[in-house]
């Protein structure tokens, strides 16, 4: 017997180390192939430069205040953004950087797979382990704020859903709050824990009931050290409960029909807009798919002639059916995992409504991956069910093979709008700083973008280009808090701009800075195109009053920031 458990124990370990070798290569490819060609993007420059242009001193500085002021009610996630950009940044650049957002995703990958090997065999694990990896709904998988800030309180999550189902159960709340102090939106599946438990008895109905008051506890501390502290989205949602309670219901109906309607219209988007470059990738993801989920499937005891990819008659090798993979696959463990999918939804109001299919704003998905994966991996199994019966094994995997290739396919899409987006921000960032080399005090560089390439799944600077100029150069301190910055001169400005006793004043939309003064020989205006871009001179009328552009004058000789040369690009 001990000879037998400890070659089962080996053979278990063979198959997940498999497993995190799978699951780390489709992660690679699917989000990360491109990985010495991507930057930093939105939030990036708020979160992940600081890192980047400080030291250990002002990284530890920066780490201290987020838990002292606790930014968003997100102590740790805004930290772990500093803390692993810090540690990766200076060994090996960007390159590194992205590897360790790989490290976490396959990292996140990997444990959801031992979490749903608790539930059923490795074929069910392994299904439900790859629909997380690919999860679709969110599109941020590459952006490093996210990967660091967010993804991480899945990781939380994960490792206190695998505590909660041990021996150490009173330890997973300890766990959990990890996830509610990086991002809140992955707290709440962990509510749901108790339904994946059998047999729902009045045992069940006691354990159940405790933890729900201690998690019930744990968000009420967390909501009274928000407001105590005088964190603004509390402030403000709590003005009206009565809103935030019909925008949480409402989300929990709307998310999880989102997330479902992603995984077919995902899978299909590289089919509709399939270029040349894309060809060559879906079929290496259909053979690896097509050997992954064939060799799980044998080792969950399905054993296959291959012949049946073209055959309808069917030779079974082994009568043993796929009803035996997981002993939770029925109506209630489906149920469930839709009631955790729609609890990722509840405390994510301040993106109300959940519709978000692509860009930054699709992390409103993020608390949905645990339950989206475990619904989707349980009807997939569903599914095999049905081709066993059918003595259809084959052809389960061909189809099963072909929706996850076109979801990692659609994977390679997104990685390319982030490629494109960090070249044109290089492009237009080199004019900015060749077209404005007279930066001074209190400058206020005015830029209008033409024709500008259409990138959906990312912005570039977006709302942090105000932070931007700062970021590059190290402006004298008597500057302060006069600093030149860019803002996007937009084409209804009139709908922006007013007039005050001190001058003319601009409230840039969609930007955190508000009130900027345009002074007569204050205001550079550029426009900007990749390879055309131009300087204006003259003036600005406006509202009966004339701005005085400020003439290209001598270059002001700055010192340069660790940003600058990973942003300006030398290239033409």
């Not at 991956?369 to 019966?389: D, K, N, P, Y």
């Not at 059918?390 to 990685?415: K, N, P």
């Amino acid at each position: 017997m001990i000879v037998e458990s400890t070659a089962e124990h080996a053979s278990s370990r063979r198959t997940n180390l498999l497993v995190l070798a799978f699951l780390a290569l489709v992660i690679f490819f699917a989000f990360f192939l491109y990985w010495r060609e991507m930057g930093l993007y939105e939030d990036d420059y708020a979160f992940i430069v600081p890192a980047i242009n400080g030291d250990w001193q002002s990284i530890g500085t920066d780490i201290q205040r987020n838990f002292v002021t606790w930014p968003q009610g997100r102590p740790i996630g805004f930290s772990l953004s500093l803390l692993i950009t810090g540690i990766t940044f200076p060994l090996g650049g960007l390159p590194l950087t992205y590897l360790a957002a790989w490290a976490v995703a396959t990292l996140n990958a990997f444990l959801c797979y031992l979490l749903f090997r608790r539930f059923g065999s490795t074929l069910f694990a392994f299904v439900g382990a790859c629909v997380f990896a690919l999860f679709p709904a969110d599109t941020t998988h590459s952006f490093l704020t996210h990967a660091f800030g967010l993804h991480t309180a899945l990781t939380f999550l994960l490792f206190a859903a695998l505590v909660y189902f041990s021996k150490w159960r009173f330890f997973s709340y300890f766990v959990i709050l990890g996830a509610l102090l990086t991002y809140e939106s992955a707290f709440l599946p962990f509510l749901g824990m108790p339904l994946l438990e059998t047999p729902w008895n009045r045992q069940w109905a006691r354990h159940a009931s405790l933890h729900f008051f201690i998690l019930a506890a744990v968000l009420a501390g967390d909501l009274i050290l928000r407001r105590a502290l005088g964190e603004g989205r509390v402030q403000t949602e709590l003005v009206n409960p009565l809103s935030v309670v019909g925008r949480v219901l409402a989300s929990l109906l709307l998310g999880p029909i989102v997330v479902l309607a992603s995984f077919p219209y995902r899978a299909l988007t590289p089919w509709l807009q399939l270029p040349d470059w894309t060809r060559g990738w879906v079929g290496f993801f259909l053979i690896l798919f097509l050997v992954g989920l064939a060799l799980v499937a044998a080792h969950s005891g399905v054993r296959f002639s291959w012949r049946l990819f073209w055959s309808r008659s069917f030779r079974r090798v082994r009568e043993i059916g796929l009803s035996a993979i997981s002993s939770a696959i029925h109506l209630r463990f489906g149920l469930s995992a839709l009631a955790i999918m729609a609890l990722g939804y509840g405390l994510s109001f301040t993106h109300y409504p959940p519709f978000a299919l692509e860009g930054r704003a699709t992390s409103v998905h993020l608390g949905a991956t645990l339950g989206g994966s475990l619904f989707v991996g349980w009807l997939i199994t569903l599914c095999f069910q049905l081709a066993e019966r059918m003595r259809a094994e084959s052809i389960a995997i061909a189809v099963c093979a072909v929706f996850f290739a076109s979801l990692a396919a659609f994977g390679l899409v997104v990685q390319r709008d982030f490629v494109s987006s960090w070249k044109y921000q290089k492009e237009i960032w080199r004019d900015v700083v060749e077209l404005a080399p007279d930066l001074e005090e209190g400058i206020v560089v005015l830029v209008t973008p033409r024709n500008v390439p259409f990138i959906r799944f990312i912005y570039g600077d977006d709302w942090a280009e105000v932070l931007i100029l700062e970021n590059l150069f190290m402006f004298p301190k008597a500057w302060q808090p006069h600093l030149p910055m860019r803002l996007t001169w937009p084409e209804n400005w009139q709908d922006y701009v007013s007039s005050t006793p001190d001058g003319i004043v601009f409230d840039p939309p969609g930007r955190p800075v508000e009130n900027v003064p345009l002074e007569s020989g204050k205001v550079i205006w550029l426009e900007l195109e990749p390879g055309k871009s131009s300087r204006r001179s003259g003036s600005l009328a406006i509202q009966g009053q004339t701005i005085l552009l400020k003439p290209l004058g001598s270059a002001v000789h700055l010192a340069k920031q660790p940003l600058y040369p990973l942003l300006i690009s030398q290239e033409r």
